[in-house]
Nanobody
Framework: QVQLVESGGGFVQPGGSLRLSCAAS????????MGWYRQAPGKERELVAD???????NYADSVKGRFTGSRDNAKNTVYLQMDNLKPEDTAVYYC???????????WGKGTLVTISS
C-alpha cells in the first residue's frame, strides 16, 4: 500500500505563488518518478511536472519557466513551486508516484488551487 498526501493548495491572486508538497508513505520506499498532474473543470487530467529519481525534470509547456518541480528522496517527498500563477492554472492538483512496474502508479486525493482576482 502507498499513500500520497498533498498539502499547500489554496487561493491566490494572479501573479502570486504557491508551493505544493506531497509526502509518500507505505510499503514502497523508492519511486522511479514523482510529480504532479492537474485537472481543471471540464478538462482531462494533464501532466504538470515530474521528477525522476536522479533529479531530471519534465514540464508541461504551459508551465515552463514558472513552475519548478523538485524532490527529496530521503523524505520521499515531491514539491511543486508555482510562481507567476495565472487564472488558467486553476485546477485540482494531484500528486503522482510511479514505480518500475506498470501497475505501480499511485495517486493522491488532490488539492485545489484557485487563481483569481
Amino acid at each position: 500500500q502507498v499513500q500520497l498526501v498533498e498539502s499547500g493548495g489554496g487561493f491566490v491572486q494572479p501573479g502570486g505563488s504557491l508551493r505544493l508538497s506531497c509526502a509518500a508513505s507505505g510499503t514502497i520506499r523508492t519511486f522511479r518518478t514523482m510529480g504532479w498532474y492537474r485537472q481543471a473543470p471540464g478538462k482531462e487530467r494533464e501532466l504538470v511536472a515530474d521528477v525522476t529519481l536522479g533529479g531530471s525534470t519534465n514540464y508541461a509547456d504551459s508551465v515552463k519557466g514558472r513552475f519548478t518541480g523538485s524532490r527529496d528522496n530521503a523524505k520521499n517527498t515531491v514539491y511543486l513551486q508555482m510562481d507567476n500563477l495565472k487564472p488558467e492554472d486553476t485546477a485540482v492538483y494531484y500528486c503522482n508516484a510511479k514505480g518500475w512496474g506498470s501497475a505501480m502508479n499511485y495517486w493522491g486525493k488532490g488539492t485545489l488551487v484557485t487563481i483569481s482576482s
